[in-house]
């Protein structure tokens, strides 16, 4: 590897080991059906968030280091499913949603790092 793909490598590395630890959270959670059935409640709940090398682990996601630095927004979407991350300073915010034809469930997770 050469001296400059070390360094980078590095880089990234020092910003997962930043990234990753336990955060205390405070999640909005919100459910609809079609029967109609709807849950809307407020819990604290505490996130961990691990690392490999450059790569962060959150909700089994394997997220490129490289893709959350500098407050950037990280996004993933499939067919009826969105996930969101975002780190500022020290606080992650997490937004899940996952439906179908028939209702929808998302999760809100805003906290600090403890």
Avoid at 23 to 36: A, E, K
Avoid at 70 to 94: A, C, M, P, R
Avoid at 101 to 113: F, I, Q
Wanted: some cysteine; hydrophobic content about 30%; charged content about 25%.
């Amino acid at each position: 590897m050469n001296d400059l793909c070390s360094k980078k490598w590095v880089n990234y590395k020092h910003k997962a080991e930043k990234f990753a630890g336990l955060y205390q959270c405070q999640v909005d959670y919100y459910y609809f059906d079609i029967t109609p059935m709807i849950v809307d409640t407020t819990y604290i709940d505490t996130l961990e968030v691990q690392r490999d090398g450059v790569n962060l682990y959150l909700f089994n996601r394997s997220i490129p280091v490289d893709s959350v630095r500098k407050e950037n927004e990280y996004k993933e979407f499939e067919l009826h499913d969105q996930f969101t991350l975002q780190f500022i300073d020290d606080s992650i915010y997490v937004y899940l949603s996952s439906g179908g034809l028939g209702g929808n469930a998302s999760y809100t997770y805003a906290g600090k790092k403890i």
